[in-house]
């Protein structure tokens, strides 16, 4: 049973920040690459940015230098920091993890509840 827990989302102005966590079950965290991915209504479920076992990242063109992916091993948690928030990154957030060619893919086939993130003034 995949179990992932997504939270840290809110109602945030542009140019404001978040810090999404993502609580992952031991059994998909601790061999894997993570990933977050974003949703907006209306549009396909993207990959924003992933990070390997190893602490490798990378980022989607759309967030790179303002958001920034890490993980916390004794924790089997992922964070997303996301600074310099703009309306366009309003979406539902979710994380998954695997093989780093399932995280590029964003082949899952179960998902956790996701966050809502909404930016606006």
């Known amino acids: 049973q995949v179990q992932l827990v997504e939270s840290g989302g809110g109602l945030v102005q542009p140019g404001g920040s978040l810090r999404l966590s993502c609580a992952a079950s031991?059994?998909?965290?601790?061999?894997?690459?993570m990933g977050w991915y974003r949703q907006a209504p209306g549009k396909q479920r993207e990959l924003v940015a992933s990070?390997?076992?190893?602490?490798?990242?990378n980022y989607a063109d759309s967030v790179k230098g303002r958001f920034a992916i890490s993980r916390d091993s004794a924790k089997n948690t992922v964070f997303l920091q996301m600074s310099s928030l703009k309306p366009e990154d309003t979406a539902v957030y979710y994380c998954?993890?695997?093989?780093?060619?399932?995280?590029?893919?964003?082949?899952?086939?179960?998902w956790g509840q996701g966050t809502q993130v909404t930016v606006s003034s």
């Open positions: 990070i390997t076992r190893i602490g490798n990242t």
């Open positions: 031991g059994s998909i965290f601790s061999s894997n690459a």
């Open positions: 998954n993890g695997g093989p780093l060619y399932t995280v590029l893919r964003g082949d899952f086939g179960s």
